[in-house]
Every structure is written in structure tokens, then in C-alpha cells.
């Protein structure tokens, strides 16, 4: 027999095992009923949304489906936890929660479809480290995938999409229309152990990706994309966490594509909840008005010892920003990055202390920023407009900055002044163009290079295991 034959014979098989099992009322078990995924942790129960009423039809509205669900598999949290399974289809959803010890499975042709109705996203508070909503001084719309005092959790896929259908909230944002601040597409709030991985976000109504006062946070192979002009839609936000490893990401965004945040004025400073031991490395970005990794602007609980290694941009305004003001206050601190990549920039490097956007009237003019220990090495850039703009504070100046074995071409058009500083201080070695007479101090424990920390963070020892869903 022929491999073509034999071919056409398996076929034929299947077909009649398949038409056998529908004729008796059987479920024919295809291949996307049953895979593997790599997980902080496995789950014994599963069950799929359509067990709950859901329709993938892109029109039903599912809110009411994903919540039941969701209560429905929190019995497990302490008995072997519990994944709920998405299938392919359009599911239209407003916010819902998660629970503890629970995976949400997104098969790869499933979408989850952002409701365009505001009623189907609740009111929050307004965050306590912000003390108000970044787009309006009320509260904030629940994110499309939320929770709140979780251990846990995981949001993964096989490269499933979460669609937030963004224009509906860019429209309104831009014509002044809301009072409340636009939701995100995955937020979890004082939560520990947190999975966001596998995934393609599309057209976020504002910020992607948003763990805040949360602790030992993997974000691994996301594709975010968003219109280059649509506001706010930051890729991924660690916000006061600790112990977080953001990695393999592509992001194409409005904004910066990692923005590292820990409050806003005088609330962040009474907050006090500083990001550390964060790593990023294996990112991707094109942000053509904003940067591919910021520290700041709300930075005043503090921000230290960030590790970014192996970053690419294309098109994007800046490679690394820190972005802050008098009125901050807090520190940015022990920031190492090296292996940056860069193609057609704006600036290489770009520190700002003139960042006036406060939160309200009340922040405290003598409540200075400490900016120091920002070390970059072994970058390659080309078609540069500026290699670096760094403006410290008159008074209080951007300390221990060190930048070593940096090559930049320059545009064909660049500046003519290839760098500008002012208020800072710092050394470099090997660095071409020339950097400004502030970056020419010697320091002879750095003649091999800026700093890069050999140690291992905490997160960076979790291993992923090998978890499988099968349907009943």
C-alpha cells in the first residue's frame, strides 16, 4: 500500500469515527480538548466556560458566565485548585474576577471580547499609592481581568487573544467624556504568585498589564499591540511589586512598553511600597512617542535594583527613560541594563527631573527625587537623532550614572548637539559619540565596565511545570 493510500485510508477512518460517535450523541475528543502548558502550578479540576452558559458567538455577553464560573471552581482553592478552559470563539465579556489557585486556559483561536458598555466594568476606589484615577480625580473602572488578595494565579494560553477593543475608550478619553480612569486589560491587587503568560493582547482600553502591590509576578511570552497613537496604552506596569520577571515579550504600543511605577506624589511617598528585584529581559519594543523601558513617572514609593538585559527596540522614542520631578520625591536606585539593541531613536538615554504632571495641588514642593546607581553597558544603536538627554534638578543632581562600551551611529539628520546634560554626574568608558564633560569622571573600579549584578533574583529559581487540560 502506498503512503498516499494509506493516507487516505486513516482519513477515511477517522471520518467514520467521528460521524459514528456524533450519530450517538458522543463528543468527539479533538485536539484542542486536550494540551499541555507550562504553569507555577498544575490544577485536579477543570471544567470549560460553556459549562456555564457561555457562547463564543462575539454578541452574547458572557460576564455573568465567566463570574459563575469563577465561583463555581473557587470550592477547589483548597482541594487541588481549579483551571477554566476557554475554547475557540468570540466571547464578549465586561470584568470579572479571579479566585485562588486558579488558571485561566485560553485556546489559541479564543478571544475574549471586551464589552463596550461601561456599565459592565464596576467602580473602584481610586489606588491609595495614586490618591486619585490617572484620567479623571474619581475612582477607576474595574479591569477586564481583575483580582485582589489572590495567591495563585495564572492567565495563560496558546497564544490566545484578549481583545479590549480600545477605540471605544480612546474615542471617550479624547473628548473628555469619562470620570473615572479607563480599565485595564489584567490587574491583580495584593496578590502573591501571579502567572501572565502565552497571550496576544490587542487595543487595551489604557494600560496592558498592571500587577500593583503584588509579589512573585512571572509575565512570559505576551505580544501586546496597540496603535502607536493610542493613549496610555503602556505594555506592562509593575507597580510596587517585588520580585517580579517580565520576559520573551513583544510589545507595539502608545506608550512605554515596561513602565515601573510605585505611586504618585505625596500618596506614593505615604505609601511607601517600592518595585525591587525586577527583571526584564528578551523585550521587543516599538513605541515611536515613548520608551521601551520607563521608571517613572509615579515613581515617589521609591524604584531599586531593576535588571534589564537583551533589549530591542525599533522606532521608539527612547530606550531607556526615568522620568520624574520636584514634588516626587522617592528614589530611583541600583538600575542595571545591558545588551540594548537599538534601531532609529530618538534618544539612547533620557533622565528627566522636569516631569510636572501632579496628582493635585497638595504634593510637597521640597519633596526632592533621588536619582543615583543608574549603570548601562554594551549598547548598540543606529540611526540616532540624540544619543542621550539628561536633565537632572538644580540642586539636587542625578548621581553615580555610569554608561560603558556604548556604540551609536547617528542619523543622517541628527542632532546638532549629540548630547545634552545638565544637574548630573557620572563615568563612562568606551562610549562613542563623546559623551558631555558631566559623564567624563574617572572612577577606576569601573574601567571594565558599568555594574551588573552576578546574583540570582528569587523569581528567577521558580520553575514552570508541565500542566494539561483534558476535557470530561
Not at 488558571?103 to 489559541?108: A, K, N, Q, Y
Not at 500587577?211 to 502607536?228: C, D, E, H, L
Not at 555594574?451 to 520553575?463: G, M
Amino acid at each position: 500500500m502506498s503512503n498516499k493510500t494509506l493516507a487516505i485510508c486513516v482519513v477515511t477512518v477517522m471520518t467514520l469515527m467521528a460521524t459514528v460517535a456524533r450519530g450517538r450523541g458522543g463528543r468527539v475528543l479533538q485536539s484542542f480538548d486536550e494540551f499541555e502548558y507550562t504553569a507555577m502550578a498544575c490544577r485536579e479540576h477543570s471544567a470549560s466556560i460553556t459549562e456555564f452558559g457561555g457562547v463564543g458567538d462575539g454578541q452574547t455577553l458572557n460576564t455573568k458566565a465567566f463570574q459563575s464560573a469563577v465561583e463555581h471552581l473557587s470550592q477547589y482553592s483548597d482541594n487541588g485548585g481549579a483551571q477554566l478552559y476557554v475554547p475557540a470563539g468570540k466571547w464578549l465579556t465586561g470584568s470579572f474576577s479571579l479566585t485562588s489557585h486558579f488558571t485561566l486556559f485560553l485556546h489559541r483561536d479564543a478571544v475574549l471580547l471586551a464589552a463596550q458598555d461601561i456599565n459592565e466594568f464596576p467602580v473602584l476606589k481610586a489606588l491609595p499609592s495614586y490618591g486619585r484615577g490617572r484620567d479623571a480625580a474619581g475612582g477607576r473602572f474595574a479591569s477586564l481581568i481583575f483580582g485582589t488578595n489572590l495567591t495563585d494565579v495564572v492567565v495563560t494560553g496558546n497564544n490566545g487573544t484578549i481583545d479590549g477593543q480600545g477605540s471605544f475608550w480612546w474615542q471617550s478619553f479624547h473628548k473628555g467624556k469619562l470620570k473615572y480612569t479607563r480599565p485595564y486589560l489584567i490587574e491583580f491587587m495584593f496578590s502573591d504568585s501571579i502567572q501572565i503568560s502565552n497571550l496576544t493582547l490587542l487595543d487595551s482600553p489604557s494600560w496592558n498589564i498592571h500587577p500593583v502591590y503584588s509579589s512573585n509576578i512571572i509575565v512570559k511570552g505576551i505580544t501586546i499591540i496597540a496603535p502607536v497613537t493610542s493613549p496610555n496604552t503602556d505594555g506592562i506596569n509593575p507597580d510596587s511589586c517585588t520580585n517580579t520577571r517580565i520576559e520573551d515579550c513583544y510589545i507595539v504600543s502608545g506608550d512605554d512598553c515596561v513602565a515601573v511605577k510605585s505611586g504618585w506624589d505625596e500618596y506614593g511617598i505615604a505609601f511607601g511600597m517600592p518595585p525591587s528585584q525586577l527583571g526584564i529581559r528578551r523585550l521587543t519594543c516599538i513605541s515611536p512617542y515613548s520608551a521601551a523601558i520607563a521608571l517613572g513617572s509615579e515613581m515617589s514609593g521609591g524604584i531599586q535594583d531593576v535588571r534589564a538585559e537583551d533589549i530591542t527596540a525599533f522606532h521608539t522614542e527612547s530606550g531607556v527613560r526615568i522620568k520624574t520631578a520636584v514634588g516626587r520625591g522617592g528614589f530611583v536606585k541600583d538600575i542595571y541594563v545591558k545588551g540594548m539593541n537599538l534601531h532609529t531613536m530618538k534618544w539612547i538615554f533620557w533622565m528627566t527631573g522636569n516631569y510636572k504632571a501632579h496628582a493635585d495641588s497638595h504634593y510637597d514642593p521640597h519633596a526632592l527625587p533621588v536619582i543615583s546607581g543608574i549603570n548601562y553597558r554594551d549598547v548598540v544603536a543606529e540611526n540616532v537623532s540624540m544619543a542621550g538627554r539628561l536633565e537632572g534638578i538644580s540642586g539636587d543632581p542625578f548621581t553615580e550614572i555610569c554608561i560603558s562600551n556604548a556604540t551609536i551611529s547617528m542619523a543622517a539628520k541628527h542632532k546638532k548637539a549629540m548630547w545634552m546634560c545638565s544637574d548630573v554626574q557620572g563615568i563612562t568608558t568606551g562610549v562613542e559619540p563623546q559623551p558631555c564633560d558631566l559623564l567624563t569622571g574617572q572612577g577606576s573600579e569601573k574601567i571594565n565596565g558599568c555594574d551588573f549584578p552576578t546574583d540570582v533574583l528569587a523569581i528567577d529559581t521558580v520553575e514552570l511545570k508541565s500542566c494539561s487540560y483534558r476535557t470530561n
